[in-house]
């Protein structure tokens, strides 16, 4: 059972382009949501979270947006580089502390030029 | 400041052996989370200690276990190698989750390889 998705496994943006990446949960107990940015033969890194009593988050050319009615969240990067090309999670915990965070499949963002 | 390291980097074995992958976490540190990322699968969430003890674990059998030391430092053991363990194993680590700080960073990752 898959409670984060990221239905779309890659995506093509032109440099200086807006890049919007989607995810889509099922639990309703979910609390916290993050992005996390990994480049081949590296570790994630943490890009940008939200928490389920806001609406949005923005962090420079980062955004991310949550709609908790629709168990929605994307992350909007304006504008698009070349740097960003990468492989963009999202992942999802709840409120107990010692709740796991759950991770989508992934998204490849490739910026092209 | 040093990140998360993993040791080895990689990682061959033959079905039916053990594995031992190893991880440190960032100094301060003293929760430890191992993940799982097979071919198509994403990551997986596998194991979490925090001060010593294990917090929570994912859906994997027995097999999967681990520990984590006094220095924080921490060992996952996989026994009965299976070729489908073939994976990517990151480590990541965070201040103990005190209010909403959930940030984990990740390790470069151990690659797996069972023939």
């Known amino acids: 059972d898959q409670q984060v998705k990221q239905n779309s496994p890659s995506l093509s943006v032109q440099e200086g382009r807006i890049s919007i990446l989607n995810c889509d949960y099922t639990n309703s107990m979910f609390d916290y949501f993050l992005w996390y940015k990994k480049y081949p033969a590296e570790g994630p890194t943490f890009l940008i979270s939200i928490s389920s009593i806001k609406d949005k988050n923005e962090d420079g050319r980062f955004t991310v947006f949550l709609n908790k009615s629709a168990k929605h969240l994307s992350l909007h990067i304006v504008p698009s580089q070349p740097g960003d090309s990468a492989v963009y999670f999202c992942a999802a915990s709840g409120a107990d502390r010692d709740d796991k965070i759950i991770f989508g499949k992934g998204t490849r963002l490739h910026i092209l030029p | 400041e040093a990140g998360v390291t993993q040791s080895p980097t990689h990682l061959i074995k033959t079905r039916g052996q053990q594995a031992t992958l190893r991880c440190s976490p960032i100094s301060g540190h003293t929760s430890v989370y191992w993940y799982q990322q097979a071919l198509g699968l994403g990551l997986q969430f596998l194991l979490w200690?925090?001060?010593?003890?294990?917090?929570n674990r994912g859906n994997f059998p027995p097999r999967f276990s681990g520990r984590q030391f006094p220095n924080y430092s921490s060992e996952l053991n996989v026994n009965a190698l299976e070729l489908e363990d073939s994976a990517l194993y990151l480590c990541a680590s965070s201040l103990s989750p005190t209010g909403r700080v959930y940030e984990q960073y990740f390790g470069p990752g151990t690659r797996l390889t069972v023939t």
């Open positions: 200690y925090d001060e010593g003890e294990e917090r």
